[in-house]
């Protein structure tokens, strides 16, 4: 079946975990912070919970977690899945092969653009401007379909990127309930991913061909 890629002018980026309270929200303000720093300007970021209870706060733990990256976590209220929230994604990026798994089931056909935030990571380390050139050959204007672009690039790697050594290193630990410690660790391995991801995304938003033949 063909793969239908969207022409809309915004590109989404959805963040799931299980109560969208610790590891999601998390990844929605620093990626969004990221991009923005970045010149990405045409994407979005929201986040959602498998089993979110609706309206629940972030608990002060990871409130400090997203103070300590210089983020705001403002206002945030956990919000529930939905079959629409996947659908209309130009990326997934979970904090759990769990979650992965979960939005697959709600909307198949976006298991190509699913991934958990550390796998992203570990298929995208190591690719040159070369992998970028379907984004490259696109007009600057087009940021979207950029970003698109280098979405289908990294997941065109997989099978072809050895697996984790653990597949635990997929995943993102999930804190709720536990230790300081165990907040802190969520947090090293969320933040080097979402690093990853950011500077994947602002690359495929400026390259040119030119900058791509000098690179």
Same mark, same amino acid.
């Given at each position: 079946?063909?793969?239908?890629?969207?022409?809309?002018?915004?590109?989404?980026?959805?963040?799931?975990?299980?109560?969208?309270?610790?590891?999601?929200?998390?990844?929605?303000?620093?990626?969004? #912070?990221?991009?923005? #720093?970045?010149?990405?300007?045409?994407?979005?970021?929201?986040? $959602?919970?498998?089993?979110?209870?609706?309206?629940?706060?972030?608990?002060?733990?990871?409130?400090?977690?997203?103070?300590?990256?210089?983020?705001? &976590?403002?206002?945030? $209220?956990?919000?529930? *899945?939905?079959?629409?929230?996947?659908?209309?994604?130009?990326?997934?990026? #979970?904090?759990?092969?769990?979650?992965?798994?979960?939005?697959?089931?709600?909307?198949?056909?976006?298991?190509?653009?699913?991934f958990t935030l550390r796998e992203f990571a570990r298929l995208a380390l190591g690719m040159t401007t070369?992998?970028? $050139?379907?984004?490259?050959?696109? &007009?600057?204007?087009?940021?979207?379909?950029?970003?698109?672009?280098? *979405?289908?690039?990294?997941?065109?790697?997989?099978?072809?990127?050895? =697996?984790?050594?653990?597949?635990?290193?997929?995943?993102?630990?999930?804190?709720?309930?536990?230790?300081? $410690?165990?907040?802190?660790?969520?947090?090293?391995?969320?933040?080097?991913?979402?690093?990853?991801?950011?500077? *994947?995304? =602002?690359?495929?938003?400026? *390259?040119t061909d030119d900058s791509r033949r000098t690179s």
């Amino acid at each position: 079946m063909p793969v239908t890629i969207s022409t809309a002018q915004e590109f989404h980026i959805l963040t799931v975990c299980t109560g969208n309270i610790c590891r999601s929200p998390l990844a929605e303000q620093y990626i969004r #912070a990221g991009l923005a #720093a970045g010149g990405v300007t045409s994407a979005s970021v929201s986040s $959602a919970g498998t089993l979110a209870q609706p309206g629940q706060d972030m608990p002060p733990q990871a409130w400090a977690l997203a103070t300590s990256h210089g983020l705001e &976590p403002g206002t945030h $209220a956990a919000r529930r *899945i939905s079959e629409r929230d996947v659908r209309e994604a130009d990326v997934v990026l #979970a904090m759990g092969r769990e979650h992965r798994k979960e939005v697959a089931q709600l909307h198949p056909r976006a298991a190509r653009r699913t991934f958990t935030l550390r796998e992203f990571a570990r298929l995208a380390l190591g690719m040159t401007t070369d992998d970028l $050139a379907s984004a490259a050959a696109l &007009p600057l204007d087009d940021q979207a379909g950029r970003l698109r672009a280098a *979405i289908a690039a990294v997941a065109a790697r997989k099978g072809l990127v050895e =697996a984790a050594a653990d597949p635990l290193d997929d995943d993102v630990v999930d804190p709720y309930r536990r230790s300081d $410690a165990t907040y802190a660790r969520s947090g090293r391995e969320l933040v080097p991913a979402a690093d990853v991801f950011i500077k *994947i995304l =602002a690359v495929a938003a400026t *390259i040119t061909d030119d900058s791509r033949r000098t690179s």
